[in-house]
């Protein structure tokens, strides 16, 4: 049981893309949708993409994910400050009997 | 609006059981995945596990025989029991619902969180 693996740091001036990598395996992301959540300091995470791509009402566009076999991306375009914060995805793993599996997340920089 | 509001013991000695619940307001329990998930000081999220329609759990494997979620339909809450605890349970819990299929959803109303502190 291991967490999906992400790299331990990002950073972008604002107004910059910046893109988060998510690697995982045939049993978790290789086989279902990748979740990506964003945590600001002292605060509880908050859903920004489910389903590979899909943002739920008030996210805002600047934020996409993508997926390709056992990877997946979430791109941030037009960095502003208020985007510092770390971010997780997790995917459901079909191993053993199923469970949801986070990565090991990302801490975001605003330069 | 949907809001979850956790509770319980912020201070639990080793060995003992961690309990926590989990009100839920402006929807119903009976539907949806309701979800524990935990972060320990400093670190990244664990998924701890769900219950669905009322009955139906499932478990992180790395917890699973120590944990037990269940629901409490007429007070509309969930509540989280974690046994023999030791510092390593020390976390931020956190509630949380599902929107969409437990596949490929994701957790869209979490509570605010609650420290449980596992010391003597």
């Known amino acids: 049981q291991s967490a999906l693996t992400q790299p331990p740091s990002a950073s972008g001036t604002p107004g910059q893309r910046v893109t988060i990598s998510c690697s995982g395996s045939s049993s978790n992301i290789g086989s279902n949708s990748v979740i990506w959540y964003q945590q600001l300091p002292g605060t509880a995470p908050k859903l920004l993409i489910y389903?590979?791509?899909q943002r739920p009402s008030g996210v805002p566009d600047r934020f996409s994910g993508s997926k390709s076999g056992t990877s997946a991306s979430l791109a941030i375009s037009g960095l502003q400050s208020e985007d510092e914060a770390d971010y997780y995805c997790a995917a459901w793993d079909d191993s053993l009997n199923g469970y949801s599996v986070f990565g090991t997340g990302t801490k975001v920089t605003v330069l | 609006q949907v809001q979850l509001q956790e509770s319980g013991p912020g201070l639990v000695k080793p060995s003992e059981t961690l309990s926590l619940t989990c009100t839920v307001s402006g929807g119903s329990i009976s539907s949806y995945h309701w979800s524990w998930i935990r972060q320990p000081p400093g670190k990244g999220l664990e998924w701890i596990g769900y219950?669905?329609?009322?009955?139906?759990?499932n478990y992180s494997p790395s917890l699973k025989s120590r944990v037990t979620i269940s629901v409490d339909t007429s007070k509309n809450q969930f509540s989280l029991k974690l046994s023999s605890v030791t510092a390593a349970d020390t976390a931020v819990y956190y509630c949380?619902?599902?929107?969409?299929?437990?596949?490929?959803?994701?957790?869209?109303?979490w509570g605010q969180g609650t420290l449980v502190t596992v010391s003597s």
């Open positions: 389903s590979n791509n």
């Open positions: 949380a619902r599902l929107v969409g299929g437990y596949k490929w959803g994701g957790l869209i109303h």
């Open positions: 219950i669905y329609n009322i009955v139906s759990t």
